[in-house]
């Protein structure tokens, strides 16, 4: 049996954002909660009065103060009410009721409620079929009004229409307002012309530092795969270590490939495994496919622990990793590592390795099958 460690990976792709969803976190989002954004100045007593209940969890007085502001005509009223509705507080939960008082909102005025009804609009949500058109419109108008996450949003729908100039345009005008998402997507964007405008290449570092700076951990892996194609290693492990602290599983792939081959730092296998494992447990695909050969071969470890292995390798294999599927197949074929010998599943997770481009398995099926 023969395996080797996958190599680095790269942020390759455009910060996304996450829709709103009330009930969940938002990762690396920059988008403040309507209970903690300011209200218009007329509007201050019952907001204010609104956001204090809330916070109290009195949530049904809450909501009937929003409904007397609704009634009195008050726009960011129907936006909180719509809020209450999307996360079942003083009232059912009814994503339908939320997305009706978002709109009443949004057509009011309130650039919060322009931003919820967007976000409904673009996960078709509330019985609001997708319209990413009129989605970036109601995005637009909230980020004209302020809400600097709107732009990055409205940018993300340029992005998937192709318009990458207005992409362009709107996550400027965000990165510049401070927003860490939109830095990281301006630096991408420069980072893709760089190869036909020399001097995109130092834009793009400057936007991935400016992101960095506002504590995103992407960015900061980026700047290590910068630093590692420009040969200054230690300095790119001085970055990955910030990202994986961070628990950018990426980061710490790359940073436990340094560990293990000595490059920029002293080598460390047990360290190297350690990181592989924080970042397998995170669902990195390539750390778990190299947890299961330091496992394999002992490395890092104070003894080989083939069963470990198996499981992080049939995981990684059954997540779509190449090498994995290889390297599983063989296993499969040879009965080794103690896996039970089966030459129809190892065919089949070598014909998986093969489709997905993996010229040593492509190499082993010609043979299988000859």
Known sequence: MT???ASMEQEQDLARGELHNPSNGAGETDLELPFDAPPAAEDVELIRSAKELYK?????????VLRRGGASGIPAAHTLLGECFAQGKGVKQDWASAAKCYRVGAMLGDPLGAFRLAAC???DKGGTERNDKEALEWYQKAGAAGVTEALFRAG???VDGKDLVSAMKLFLTAARNGHKGSAYNVAVLFQQISAVDKNAEAESV???MRSADRGSSRALNALGRISQRRGNMPAAVEFWQKAAQKGNAKAMQNLAICYLKGEGVEANAVEAVRLFRNAAELGNIPSQYNLSVCLLKGIGVEVPDAPEALLWLQKSAEEGDPEGCLLYGNILRRGESGAIKDEKL???YISKAAALGNKAAQAALLHLEH
């Open 206 to 208: 400057k936007w991935f």
């Open 121 to 123: 609009l673009q996960r």
């Open 346 to 348: 190892a065919h089949e």
């Open 156 to 158: 993300v729908i340029c």
């Open 56 to 64: 109290a969890h009195n949530y049904e007085e809450c909501v009937a």
């Open 3 to 5: 395996a080797a460690v």
